[in-house]
């Protein structure tokens, strides 16, 4: 699934120049990324329903064990496939 891919490179501040094109309306090319990820229907606006998706994909991420929240043992989990992902730049 794309978005799980860009949401993880997001994450793990990786940047994918070619997902990224241009950053001719302004916006660095990091700011680009995570504005196409966040702008899921590519209408050129982030809607709150789309913030909420992601932040839902990456809530499901985190919470490994599945019981609803996300325990200091599943953040720290979180982190450290972030950080080894970070490393492999
Ligand atoms: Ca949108
Ligand atoms: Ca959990």
Known sequence: ????????????????????GAAE?????????YF????QDG???????????????IFRMADLNGDGGVAKDEMKKINGIVRAIQKLR
Not at 36 to 39: A, F, I, T
């Open 25 to 33: 309306d302004g916006l660095s090319k990091e700011e680009r990324l």
């Open 36 to 39: 196409e990820v966040l702008d």
């Open 1 to 20: 699934m794309r978005h799980s891919f860009l949401i993880i490179a997001v994450t793990a501040g990786l940047t994918v120049p070619s997902l990224v």
């Open 43 to 57: 209408n050129g606006k982030i809607e709150r329903s789309e913030l909420e998706t992601i932040t839902g994909l």
